[in-house]
């Protein structure tokens, strides 16, 4: 192959490299000499700036997190709670029995006997005549 040959496809390796990375054309002779061509070693081509990013992201991530993410946290467990606990025990899943009929027989057992009276208490509103 001769040098004419050559030519277009560096050119084009080159233009699809300032593209790659903005208006700025890639160092050739440090790619040529990577092993990996599209490989970078750091974001910044330099480390002063680098180590500040760096430096900066690492701050984030220790500071605590702020009062309205936490806000949020609590709103979205709270959200995610009231969903499952109707999914699991109000969400109809047709006449056949599931996964889910055993606590759903406990639960509304447990409901009925908070809001129904009890023999007991029945008889005791009958003689007060309170109840007919």
Known sequence: MDKTSQEPSQS??????????GSRPLNTSNNAARSRPLHRNGLFDD???EETFR??????????PSKMSRRLQAINYALMFGVGTYMVLYQDYGDRPH?????????F????SLWTLSSEEEKELRERGQLR
């Open 12 to 21: 084009m390796t080159q233009a699809h490299a300032q593209t790659a990375t």
């Open 47 to 49: 480390a002063r700036l």
């Open 109 to 112: 057992g447990k409901v009925n």
């Open 99 to 107: 996964c889910f009929t055993g606590l759903r027989r406990w639960y």
């Open 55 to 64: 430096r900066r992201v690492e701050r984030l991530v220790q500071r605590p």
